[in-house]
């Protein structure tokens, strides 16, 4: 059973386009997460839900919307691709209720080209 | 802020010899925790290893251990005994253990070659 399901695993679409990615976890986790991972394979987070509320949400353009319908499920939606936006999106969850020291468990990423 | 510095962006070890792979960091929290992932040329990460701020002892998991040094802001993953599978880049985080937010901050990675 896969712990954090991330769909699909390659996007190939024209600029312009709205496209989305999901993700479902069966941790029983309490936060998920959000990460883009560019071609110099830097890390950086886009969001952060708790228990389906937004926590962060780190100077993403606006274009990029999540979507949290339980804790369980984070999706992302892009809308107007551009090329800029061609990277690895990986969805993580985690346990941080205070003091937890969890790792996070990966999805398995999404490659975005944007053409 | 959080900050994370891993200087080497590339290492080479012989199979079945130790590494240890360099991770300094910066942070005004005064509780936090530290992380090592790993991720393969097939491009999933894996957790590895976690070591909390206050814990005493350093952390070990299995062939990995972590040589945390809280007066340096080191936290340096040791592998022990490497294999060929060991190949990968490596990433240090760090997280503040005193909110619900998670959010980790990564280091630019540690890409390790392990040679036959």
């Known amino acids: 059973d896969t712990a954090v399901s991330q769909t699909p695993k390659y996007l190939v679409t024209q600029m312009g386009n709205d496209k989305s990615i999901k993700c479902e976890q069966n941790?029983?986790?309490?936060?998920m997460y959000w990460y883009k991972q560019d071609s110099k394979k830097f890390l950086k987070i886009m969001f952060s839900?708790?228990?389906?509320?937004?926590?962060i949400n780190e100077t993403v353009p606006n274009r990029f919307s999540p979507k949290s319908p339980d804790k369980a499920h984070l999706n992302l939606h892009i809308n107007s691709l551009e090329l800029g936006d061609s990277a690895v999106y990986f969805c993580?969850?985690?346990?941080?209720?205070?003091?937890?020291?969890?790792?996070?468990?990966f999805g398995s990423g999404t490659r975005l080209t944007v053409v | 802020a959080q900050k994370i510095t891993q200087t080497q962006p590339g290492m080479f070890v012989q199979e079945k010899e130790a590494v240890t792979l360099d991770c300094t960091y910066d942070?005004?929290?005064?509780?936090?925790?530290l992380f090592w992932y790993k991720q393969p040329s097939s491009g999933e990460m894996i957790f590895l290893i976690y070591?909390?701020?206050?814990?005493?002892q350093n952390a070990t998991e299995g062939r990995y251990s972590l040589n945390f040094q809280k007066a340096r802001k080191s936290a340096n993953l040791v592998i022990s005994a490497s294999q060929l599978g060991d190949s990968a880049m490596y990433f240090c985080?760090?997280?503040?253990?005193?909110?619900?937010?998670?959010?980790?901050?990564f280091g630019d990675g540690t890409t390790l070659t392990v040679k036959p």
């Open positions: 993580a969850s985690s346990q941080v209720g205070r003091g937890s020291g969890y790792g996070y468990t």
């Open positions: 941790l029983g986790h309490d936060t």
């Open positions: 839900y708790n228990n389906k509320e937004l926590i």
């Open positions: 942070t005004s929290d005064p509780s936090y925790g």
């Open positions: 070591q909390g701020s206050y814990d005493q």
């Open positions: 985080a760090m997280r503040d253990l005193n909110t619900n937010a998670g959010k980790s901050t």
